[in-house]
């Protein structure tokens, strides 16, 4: 600690510390326009000078040391900050009271007001730029911009998708994309992370514009008159009255403008924000201090949210008329449910009714569910998608250290030396994730090695990208591992103090040599040695998956030689290393946590361990069905076979986003009673007997639990529609016509509930949730959680992990003369899975209107293909018509089909093949033919969308280029000492 002297006083700092953050962590105000936390000391605005020993400095930019003494209020420091404001007004008008960004937190707005700045010295001017509304999510207006650069910082290190600069050696200067191209023609991938940081209302959300003021919905010309009015008073009256007024305005904003705080409801990363809403009226969601994404979003989860409010959604119960269906009252359909399962029930046997719940759901309902199988029906027929996607992944977890979740958090895998990302498209699938190794590795040097089929985003951005035969990562996996120990470059005392199981692993290693693996995968020998040498020599390692590894045959073998080798090389119990495999679904970690299974109650407690279910049916006040129940997989066949006669589903589009959904749909249809919960009428309500009007997240309270194990709370935004209700509720009604007494009031109840029955989330309570606090299980009685796993032991028997031996065997499903083509598939930036809620919103669909297959050039020249031409690709399973797009993401005789498509949906070609342990289809296993139609359409990825864009990266804002303009001078009368930049 250093005693650092501020006007007088002695604070206390630690060593390295900015001086901008004691400063306000010691509550001094100081004017920092274009500082934010998270993005570091850009030192564009010049407003933070402050004084010491005689010269100025930017405290932003100025790192403390012993003895220092600072003054943030002499004249010199405030003259400068005072000039730098000026110079910062004579780009922006200030028209705060009818400004949409007048809401109380405009930092330019408020910082003049700080300055008690009156009149302006240096006159306003514009600009010669028309203002962008060319992107359907936000408008720039480079009149408003006063040039900080934050959007720039944020977009070039923070997202790290370099779109953003600024053309500092222009007369005029303003932010470009892609350096100078409108930004809907630009890379701009629609994050927000520019609009969610600029201190003013230069970038602002679409949903905002006319929205968020009394008067700012005025029509133009009115506004402009308005505009014109404020700005001819200012000179007579100073900016002090027109503050008062628009502070006034701006606190009658708030009497209408909730901010409610949510989780994101797309896939695992548990970004959580406030959502701005006036009324129905979502105006802008706004990140800011996230625990697992602080500012960043993507494009889902800050602008993807029409689903809401779509004239679409079910309001009312449906029941089954002939081909049709009629409108019911909840009464009569819950009557209905009651009396038909208990029908079935009585003919034959609990086992004959399967529930399926839903990763989109909360951790409550998924608890509800799961209890409503075992204490009310009778039955462990209960399962949820994971087993479509991350239950390998938990399998190879389970097999080798213990817990079925990712071992660290986000923040540790930022700080890796190495990031080795096996099958996942992060960047797409799951993109705040992905933004922090972009960050990391372009900033602080960290290395990255990707194995994909596809050459995405990551792989581009790669060190080393590794591109292997479909299928094939356990082999090169393994003959890494068996490399590293053959050649002495593991970590032995690890292995002797926390790992049994090593020699049985190494003879299992024998087949996996460096040659073997470099002939079936097709990576070069030379290649696979550089591959093991940097492992061998990064001191921290994180290994990424996703469902480029589950969704094979062998899903739960390569997830465990990805631990195997993590456990060699030392990577597991220190921060910055572990296993991650990425959860894709908000809730589809939590959904498995809270015994949505066939084999587990919550908590990962067998059901047929006798003292765990004493436990559950002391607390239940039941009699427990003791032998595991059926998966989804084997529902599906169970139905077929007639062993199945009715399905509960909540909240899953299963008759096209499982495997082979041809044979899905079939087996549907022979269902004796089918109920299905959702938002709206999706293909799989079409089979149903009795469809119930759900509440999407933003309709209730409750948590959900992302990939990294952090639980998080959701709050009620708006109140269900009209007609629905949440699935917590509608789960307790059916159980109470069922014959169950449920009482819960509050989703809470049921936490408490979970928190009673399960050690693993004993300390889990709502009050310990409040707002944007989080846990991350195991959380102990008294709420301490775990960050990092195994710090202290593995949760394994004695506490150590276990080498898991494995062989290779070749996937059933391979490519033949007829099916000559691998398809590989997966997600989407823009969409989430099938697109029945990003569909919903108007500038998705714009940017990504529909589905394609990807065709490699060589392919594409072969067949005589172009971007656009309609093909037909056929499997063994079903057939699809789609229009290619050509592109050297992929290679050679590989596809790739994104999964987001109603119409033309991936899985009418997918097998049912599974993987033998979890039974998790082989989707990334399709052999197909290709049928080249005589249509050609146009692209299917339109010029709006982001992919056609080209990038700028710099180094971030490039502020020195400011500097060294002729019209630039520090402000204030004496010298500007400037320390370089150090990133946060
Ligand atoms: S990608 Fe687009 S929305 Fe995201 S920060 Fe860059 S310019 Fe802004
Ligand atoms: S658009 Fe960018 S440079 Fe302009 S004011 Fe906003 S954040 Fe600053
Ligand atoms: S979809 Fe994922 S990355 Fe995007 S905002 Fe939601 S949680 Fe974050
Ligand atoms: S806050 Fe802008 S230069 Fe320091």
Redesign the pocket.
Known sequence: MLGIRIDGLVHEATVGERLIDLINRSEIKIPQV?YHPQLGPIQ?CDTCMVEIDGALVRACATTVSAGMSIKTKSAAANDAQREAMDRILS??LLYCTVCDNSNGDCT?HNTTKFLAIEHQEIPFRTKPYEVDNTNPFYR???N?????????E?CQNVEVNET?S?NWEDPHP??LWDGGVPIGESSCVSCGH??T????N??METSMLGHAGFFTGLPKSTLEGMIDVVKGIEPETGYGAIFRISAAEAAMRHSRIRRTKTVCTYCGVGCSFDLWTKDRHILKVESFDGPANGISTCIKGKFAWDHINSADRLTKPLIREGDGFREATWEEALSLIARRLSEIKAKSGPDSIGLISSSKCTNEESYLMQKLARAVIGTNNIDNCSRYCQSPATAGLFRTVGYGGDSGSISDIAQADLVVIVGSNTAESHPVLATRVKRAQKLHGQKVIVSDLREHEMARRADVFLHPQPGTDLIWLSAVSRYLIDHHLIKSDFIDQWVNGFDEYCKSLEPFTLEFASKRCGIPVDTLKKVAAMIAEAERVCILWAMGVTQHSQGSDTSTAISNLLLITGNYMRPGTGAYPLRGHNNVQGASDNGSMPNNLPGYQSVDDPEIRARFEAGWKVTLPSTKGLDNHQMVDAIEQGKVKAIYLIGEEMSIVDSNANYVGDAFSKLEFFVVQDIFFGVTCQYADVVLPAAPSLEKEGTFTSTERRIQRLYEVFEPLKGCRPDWQIIQDVANHVGASWHYQHPSEIMAEIASLTPMFAGVSYERLEGYNSLQWPVDPDGSDQALLYTKEFFMPGGKARLFPLSWQEAPEQPDAEFDLHLNNGRLLEHFHEGNLTYRTAGVREKTPDTFVEVSPELAQERGIKTGTWVHLTSRYGRVRVRAVVTDRVHGRQLYMPMNSIESPINRLTSSHTDPVTHTPAFKEVSVHMGVLPEIGDSPLPRTNSRWGHPTPQRGVEVDRKWQRADYHPPGSRLVQIQGRHGP
């Open positions: 274009c564009s780009n922006h330019v720039y207006d480079p408003q911009c006063i040039l900080c650069g934050r959007c720039v944020a953003l600024i303003r932010v520019c609009i940081v600029c201190p003013c230069a970038l």
